[in-house]
C-alpha cells in the first residue's frame, strides 16, 4: 500500500486548507487516519474513516476539521477550517487493515505512513 499526502501549504488564520491523501494498491478494507506533529511535540491523532464509511474525529479538532473520501475509495480528504497558528505541524495521512472497529485509534497498529505534508498557519 502506497500512500501521497498532499494539499498542505501556507494559510493565514482564521482560514482553510484541504489535504488529500491518495492510495494505491490497497485490496482489503481498511482504515486511513490522519495525523500531524508540531516541532518538538508528539505525533498526534486527528482524524480516521474507514471503509464503510464510518468517521471518528478527535475532540479538539471536532467541529473545525472534518475527514472524507471519494466515491472510489482510493483518496481520502482532511478539510480543516478556522485554521489556527496553533495548527501549523507536519500533517501525516496513514492506513491499516480494518479490525472491526474505529475506536480506539491506535497509532502503533497503522503500517502504512504517507510521507507528510507541512501546514503553516499565520497568524
Known amino acids: 500500500v502506497q500512500l501521497q499526502a498532499f494539499g498542505g501549504g501556507s494559510v493565514q488564520a482564521g482560514g482553510s486548507l484541504r489535504l488529500s491523501c491518495a492510495a494505491s494498491?490497497?485490496?482489503?478494507?481498511?482504515?486511513v487516519a490522519w495525523f500531524r506533529q508540531a516541532p518538538g511535540k508528539e505525533r498526534e491523532f486527528l482524524a480516521a474513516?474507514?471503509?464503510?464509511?464510518?468517521?471518528h474525529v478527535r475532540g479538539p479538532v471536532k467541529g473545525r476539521f472534518a475527514i472524507s473520501q471519494n466515491n472510489d475509495k482510493n483518496t481520502v480528504y482532511l478539510q480543516m477550517n478556522s485554521l489556527e497558528p496553533e495548527d501549523t505541524a507536519v500533517y501525516y495521512c496513514?492506513?491499516?487493515?480494518?479490525?472491526?472497529?474505529?475506536?480506539?485509534?491506535?497509532?502503533?497498529?497503522?503500517?502504512?505512513w504517507g510521507q507528510g505534508t507541512q501546514v503553516t498557519v499565520s497568524s
Open positions: 496513514a492506513a491499516q487493515r480494518w479490525r472491526g472497529a474505529l475506536a480506539p485509534i491506535e497509532e502503533e497498529k497503522f503500517t502504512y
Open positions: 494498491g490497497r485490496t482489503l478494507p481498511y482504515v
Open positions: 474513516i474507514s471503509w464503510y464509511d464510518s468517521t
